[in-house]
Every structure is written in structure tokens, then in C-alpha cells.
């Protein structure tokens, strides 16, 4: 495995995931019309960090102009179009490393994508949102079943729990500076985004709190997006992918160091440094793997 | 369903002069005339959707655009019996060997040019005489491990060959995905009929390339050098990699250290003992070629001069497959071989000659004109179809540099059905076999379609398709189990 290829494998995972991440976020509020659901819009371009890009482009923050700039804009590096179409990128550099089917799954993936984009401005979201998350299902599905898990897998592995700690983190924090955070139903609504309305649900048995949902999301060390399961996954990748005897590889201690953190952190403690304070050093902590990983592949390159 | 608009003046494969149809396509004949062209055409748009969801395409660069294509598929295959094949199988492989004698012998003792067999001029002052070659012996001296020698039919149907491809010849990830498409489009079809397997060859392939490592080991590193993703041939190389099962890599994966080559992984450096490149020999290694190439690796040349790595296929083959030097063939065959050739070039004139540069020009309108280094159908002149105002510019041009030119009579392409708007309508072919060392050929090869009407430009770049070549045999023997690709001696 080149070290250019270890790189495409990371970001074809990550940049999955982000698409996938994309259309959950956006299809919690779609269906919706109660009196939160402006301010929500708000607070979703606010996680993405794309604040500045958004405003270049729209004048206005509704449910059309979020859809059109998560979903299809050209624009913005982070819509779903855009991650389909560097994820298809890398995927074509590894090629040849990667079964056929497994090929095509990505390829067939950015198609279709690319034609909705062209297509459907507006119409049939959700069914569109949908499809995005059956079409990621699909390459997980199809990575678990035929990729030998070597050294390749496990590089896909630690670029997609990389990302799904990060875009969890950014949801509980969004939703935490909601100004209707009270609310009930917007809990609902995030535990929803994330699939694990039914996971809380046999956990809690009906309490539906900030507290509680935000203690669930990040502690709870079964729920795979959780960011315990996440970075828990992730260190297990980087252990996988770095292991070549002494010194331990710097990806590897960060992510020891970012899995204590979660450990010793219980929920009194997070709410007493501030949720948005606890989810912000993560989110850094979390970003520093990334380029450590990323100065091992390209910087050391005889040692590597 | 079929055609009935047949041309005398050329060979048609499926159909006799009595416009019977030939044995060999009797089966396929009633298949596909018994099939609406509803389903046919169902059948053609479904192979279209595979090929662009497997991401079968190539890239067209048109001035500032670049845009993804599908080599379009014909769902009529070709049929080659065993009989016609067998020659074909033995003419190519001794004009491989033939060539390669030739390459050797340029580049060491130059017997050829000293009998005066081949004017010497025409061989050292070629543009693609690689002097960097001059006194190096190549592992196993074997400069061509795979060539792809384009064949056509004259109106009698006898095979010629049209020109050599010794360089990097492209396309034979089509002769694969076409056969994989037919047996999935049309399961039935194939089992009736005793088709030659071609999977064999491609573990044939990689076990001769490993052959040709220097280093003695058990397993031999061979890598794909390729110049990247935006090469239009990619799809090629990416096959390749996979089903040799050996690795794709660009320049910037290898660096040379000791006069060894290694690749960069993430498990640290390995030595590679064999590059297949696909890449042209003046971007290779910047310290011998050009130094502005970044797809190349540094000190490659200097590697491979100290017998460290084999390159495949050979730099500097591209003197030998000049369309000036293709006349000569027939002469090497007999200079080193000592035998007849088996297979007859296509009659090519020399402009250089007076005698023959006045026959050519006097006889333009009747000649196809090509440039000697050319390739890819661009700046050629197809004299029938060209209008007074061509003829007479191609005329001036002639004259100044008649060197970078040679004239054929133009050639009669075989003919034959292709599906085309619900209709079997007769196209010209031709075919690229690909050899592997001069010892093997892939049964079979690529079936090039010109898919516009009376076009002679077979060409994928220009509006060219593909069908499935089958060499049929006609008794018992040996066929590929659909299941797992292996042979097993038919029932």
C-alpha cells in the first residue's frame, strides 16, 4: 500500500460519511413545521462551519436555501454533491486496491447524486435524502462483507470514525445552542438525525432531556455514532494501520489521549465546564489526529 | 433485422457473395434474428449503463474540456474460426520475434544496417532512436513483452497487417470487459458455442512478467507505472493492476536510491524488480529525457543500465513500429528468421523514393496518407473521401517533407453487422491481437467498429466502438468455465 493510496482510502470514508452526515442532519427538520424549526436552519449551517460561504451565496436562512447549499451547490466543498465527487476522486486513485463492486457501489453512487443535482432543485427532497443514506448503508455493507480487512480496510476505517465523531459532536453542539433547547421534541429530533431514537429509548425508557440525550450520544460505549464507539473504533484502525513497532505512532496517542478524555469527562463534569466548551476541545483534539496522520503519510516519507 | 445492403467491393464476415450466411455464424445468425430489436436495443442501452456505473470509460480531451466516454459496445460478436486463427496465432508471434531481433541488433551490433537490408539513415536519425539504449542489454532480451499488431481483411479476405504497436499499446482491458459484458448479457449464446477462453492468458501475462525480474527472488515486485488518473487510457492500467494483482503506481511513488528502485508504502520501501510502464519513453527519467517530465522517476535509466530492474516494454521500441519501417518486416523476418513471413504487410510506399513519391502523388485520390510518427487517426488523409482542395494540399505537403509521410492504396476493411438504430447494418472492422513476448497471443483481440456509415476510422478517439472477438473451435477441447474462469476439457 502506497502512502498516497492510505491517504485516498481516509478521505473516500470520510468524505461517505460527511454525505451521509449531510442528509440526516438535514432530514430531521424537513418534515417539520413547528415554531423551533427557523432558528434549527440557523444552527445547522453554524455546525458545518460554513457561515461566511453560506452568506456569500443566500440572503436568507430557510429550509430551501440549507437544503440547496448542504445538498447540491457547487460552491460549497462540503455538500453532498461535492464529497460525492472527491470521494469518487479518491476512490478512482485506489482503484485498483479495491474490489470491482466496490468500485461501482462509489462510482454508481456520485452518478446518481450528480443527476439529482441536476434534476430535482427542490423537489422530493426527502426521498433524496433518503437514497443518500441507503447508498452510504450500501458501501459500509459492502466494505464489512468483501474488503479484506488488512492495512487498507483499516485506513477506510479510521478516515469514517474520524468524521462520525466530528459530525456527532457538531450536532449535540448545535442542537446545545439552540434557543430552544429545552424543547423536548428537538432532543427527539437529534437522536432521530443520528438513528438512535430506539437505542435511547431502551436506555431511558422515555426521559428525554438535554442532559440525558447529550450523556447518551457521547458515553454510551455500544451506540455505533456515539463518540466513545467512534473514537474507541478509530484507535483500533490506527493501531491497525500504524503499527510498525517503536515509537508508537502519533495518531495513536492522540486518540489514547481523545478516549481517556471521554472516559474521565462524566456528564456532571462536562455541564460543569460548559457542554459547548467540553465538545469544542474535542472537536480540536479530534482535528489533530487528522494531520498527524496526515504529516506520517507525507512528511516522513522514508520512515513511513 | 439484418442489412441486406451488402457491398460487393468488400469482404463481409458473416455473409457469402450468394449472401449465405458462413458456418462459423449460423448459430448466432438464427440467435439474433429471432430477438426483436426492442430487446436488442434494451440489451445495448443495459451494456451502456454497466460500462458507466463500472467506470469502463475513457476521457476524450477536446481543446479546454474533457469529457468521460464509454467505448460504445456492438452486441454482435465477431467470430473467428479456429482454422483462419491458427495462422494468424503463428504470423503474429514471428513477427514479434522478428521485431525484437530487430531491436536487439539496432541497439548492439546493427548487422541489419551494415547488410544494407534496412537504409541506415532511416533507422539512426529516427526521432525515437533511443541512444540511451545503445550497448544495453535488456533482461532476457526481450524488448516487447506485449505488442498490439493492428490486422485488417482485403476484399478476398485475407488478413494483412495494417501496423505495429510497440510502445505502449492500449485497449486490451476492452478485449475483457466485451467478453465479461457478452456472457452476461447473452449466457445462452455463449454456452452454444465452443469459444477459446481468454483468462489464461492474463496469468500467462503475469507470471512472464515476473519472469523478467533481474533480482533472484521468489516473489518479484512488478508495479503498473502509469501517468495518472487524467490519462485517457486509465481505465486500462487500473485493469491491469487488478487482475495481474500487481501495484499501480505513478512517478512520484518510486524513487531510485543505489541504482535500485523502490516504492514508497506505508510499511516502508520495497524494491521493484519489474515496471510495466504506460508511460512514453520521454517522460521516464528526467535525467536522461526530458527534464521537464514529473511522471517520471530520477535515476530510472541509470537503474536499469546497472541490470537492477527490467522495464517493460523496452524504451526506444518506437523505432521499430514507424510506419517507414514497416515495409521492412517482411526483410526482417527473413534476415533473422530465416523463414517467409506468414503474414503480408499492407503495400506501403516510401515517399522518399522518387519513383514511388510520383506514383502516390499521380495516384492521391486512391491512397490513404499517413505521418510516419502519427498514431490515433489524427492528420491522416483518406484520399477517396477528401475533397480537390485536401488532395491538393496534401500534395504541396508531400513534397516539402516527404520523409514524414508514407502512402497505402486505400485499404478495403472487412465488414461487418453492427447493431445500429434497431437495424444490423454492415460497418467496417478491424483487429488488434495483443502478443505477449512473441511466444503467446490472446485469442482473439480487439475488434475495433468504424460505427459511421462507409467510415474507414476505427479509431476510439473518432467515433470508433468494440464488439466481442471469439475464436470458435470447432472440435472438442478445452473451454473456459463460466463459473470460475479456469479451463476444463469440454464434455
Known amino acids: 500500500m502506497l502512502n498516497r493510496q492510505a491517504d485516498s482510502l481516509i478521505w473516500l470514508a470520510r468524505m461517505i460519511e460527511r454525505a451521509e452526515n449531510n442528509a440526516r442532519m438535514l432530514e430531521v427538520y424537513y418534515a417539520e413545521s413547528t415554531e423551533e424549526k427557523e432558528a434549527y436552519w440557523e444552527s445547522l449551517i453554524a455546525v458545518t462551519g460554513d457561515v461566511a460561504l453560506f452568506r456569500q451565496h443566500y440572503d436568507q436562512i430557510d429550509a430551501l436555501s440549507a437544503f440547496d447549499f448542504l445538498s447540491f451547490s457547487d ?68 466494505i464489512e462483507a468483501i474488503l479484506p480487512q488488512g492495512k487498507g480496510w483499516s485506513f477506510l476505517q479510521l478516515g469514517r470514525y474520524l468524521e462520525r465523531a466530528d459530525k456527532t459532536a457538531r450536532i449535540i453542539d448545535a442542537a446545545n445552542a439552540h434557543p430552544y433547547k429545552e424543547k423536548e421534541n428537538l432532543w427527539l429530533r437529534v437522536l432521530l438525525s443520528v438513528s438512535a431514537y430506539e437505542a435511547y429509548q431502551r436506555e431511558w425508557c422515555g426521559r428525554m432531556g438535554p442532559r440525558e440525550v447529550i450523556d447518551f450520544l457521547i458515553h454510551q460505549p455500544d451506540f455505533p455514532r456515539s463518540l466513545r464507539f467512534s473514537i474507541a473504533q478509530a484507535l483500533e484502525a490506527a493501531q491497525k494501520a500504524f503499527k510498525n513497532g517503536l515509537p508508537i505512532a502519533e495518531p495513536i496517542k492522540l486518540l489514547e489521549q481523545l478516549d481517556q478524555y471521554l472516559r474521565f469527562n462524566t456528564i456532571d463534569e462536562i455541564e460543569r465546564q460548559g457542554v459547548h466548551f467540553f465538545l469544542q476541545s474535542f472537536l480540536r483534539e479530534n482535528n489533530k489526529v487528522g494531520f498527524a496522520v496526515n504529516k506520517i503519510l507525507f512528511h516522513s516519507r522514508d520512515s513511513a | 433485422m439484418f442489412s441486406l445492403d451488402r457491398e460487393k467491393r468488400f469482404f463481409n464476415e458473416m455473409f457469402d457473395e450468394a449472401y449465405g450466411v458462413r458456418p462459423c455464424y449460423e448459430n448466432l445468425y438464427d440467435y439474433f434474428s429471432n430477438l426483436s430489436p426492442m430487446m436488442l436495443a434494451n440489451l445495448q442501452r443495459k451494456a451502456e449503463h454497466l460500462f458507466i456505473n463500472l467506470g469502463v470509460t475513457f476521457t476524450v480531451y477536446h481543446e479546454s474540456t474533457s469529457m468521460e466516454r464509454t467505448l460504445p459496445f456492438d452486441i454482435l460478436p465477431r467470430v473467428i474460426p479456429e482454422e483462419e486463427w491458427n495462422i494468424l496465432d503463428e504470423g503474429l508471434r514471428q513477427r514479434v520475434r522478428a521485431l525484437n531481433a530487430f531491436l536487439r541488433d539496432i541497439y548492439h551490433e546493427q548487422e541489419i544496417l551494415r547488410d544494407q537490408v534496412i537504409p541506415r539513415e532511416l533507422v539512426v536519425s529516427h526521432p525515437d532512436f533511443c541512444w540511451a539504449m545503445v550497448g544495453l542489454n535488456v533482461p532476457m532480451n526481450e524488448y ?148 521537464d517530465s514529473m511522471l517520471g522517476v530520477p535515476g530510472l535509466i541509470s537503474a536499469y543500465r546497472a541490470g537492477n530492474v527490467a522495464i517493460v516494454n523496452a524504451p526506444g521500441t518506437g523505432v521499430a513500429d514507424d510506419k517507414a519501417i514497416f515495409s521492412f518486416v517482411p526483410a526482417m523476418i527473413e534476415y533473422y528468421l530465416g523463414e517467409k513471413p506468414l503474414l503480408d504487410n499492407v503495400p506501403t510506399y516510401l515517399l522518399k523514393n522518387r519513383e514511388e513519391q510520383d506514383f502516390v502523388i499521380n ?27 485536401e488532395l491538393e494540399a496534401f500534395r504541396k505537403i508531400l513534397r516539402k517533407s516527404p520523409l514524414d509521410y508514407i502512402a497505402q492504396p486505400t485499404i478495403q476493411l472487412s465488414q461487418h453487422p453492427s447493431f445500429i438504430d434497431g437495424l444490423f447494418a454492415n460497418r467496417h472492422i478491424d483487429l488488434r491481437p495483443f502478443v505477449i513476448g512473441g511466444k503467446k497471443v490472446i485469442p482473439g483481440g480487439l475488434t475495433r467498429v468504424a460505427l459511421r456509415e462507409g467510415s474507414l476510422v476505427v479509431n476510439s478517439s473518432q467515433g470508433g466502438g468494440s464488439k466481442d472477438t471469439w475464436i470458435l473451435r470447432s472440435h472438442r477441447g478445452e473451454r473456459e468455465c463460466q463459473l470460475c474462469s479456469t479451463v476444463k476439457p469440454t464434455a
Open chain 1, 75 to 142: 460552491k460549497n466543498p462540503n455538500s453532498i454533491y461535492q464529497c460525492l465527487r472527491q470521494a469518487r476522486e479518491n476512490a478512482l486513485v485506489v482503484r485498483e486496491t479495491l474490489p470491482n463492486e466496490i468500485y461501482e457501489v462509489v462510482n454508481a453512487f456520485y452518478l446518481v447524486v450528480r443527476s439529482c443535482a441536476e434534476k430535482l432543485t427542490g423537489k422530493a427532497p426527502l426521498e433524496f435524502l433518503h437514497l443518500v443514506k441507503k447508498r452510504s448503508f450500501l458501501f459500509q455493507g459492502m
Open chain 2, 144 to 291: 516487447i513483452p506485449l505488442a498490439g499488431i493492428d490486422v485488417i481483411r482485403d476484399d478476398q479476405g485475407k488478413y494483412f497487417v495494417l501496423e505495429d504497436n510497440l510502445r505502449v499499446p492500449s485497449g486490451i482491458s476492452y478485449v475483457y470487459e466485451n467478453r465479461k459484458m457478452m456472457t452476461q448479457l447473452f449466457p445462452e449464446i455463449c454456452q452454444q458455442h465452443i469459444i477459446e477462453p481468454i483468462m489464461p492468458s492474463l496469468s500467462y501475462l503475469a507470471r512472464y512478467l515476473q519472469s523478467l525480474a533481474p533480482r533472484r527472488t521468489s516473489k518479484p515486485t512488478v508495479v503498473l507505472l502509469t501517468p495518472g488518473r487524467y490519462n485517457s487510457a486509465y481505465y486500462d492500467h487500473v485493469f491491469l493492476a487488478q487482475q495481474l494483482g500487481i501495484d499501480l503506481v505513478e512517478g512520484q511513488d518510486l524513487m531510485t536510491l543505489d541504482n535500485r528502485v523502490f516504492m514508497r508504502g506505508v510499511e516502508g520501501l520495497r524494491q521493484v524488480d519489474v515496471i510495466y510502464r504506460r508511460l512514453d519513453d520521454a517522460f521516464l527519467d528526467p535525467l536522461v529525457f526530458r527534464p
Open chain 2, 363 to 389: 495516384n492521391l485520390e486512391k491512397m490513404v496518407v499517413k505521418k510516419t510518427t502519427g498514431a490515433g487517426g489524427y492528420g491522416m488523409l483518406i484520399g477517396p473521401k477528401a475533397s480537390e482542395q
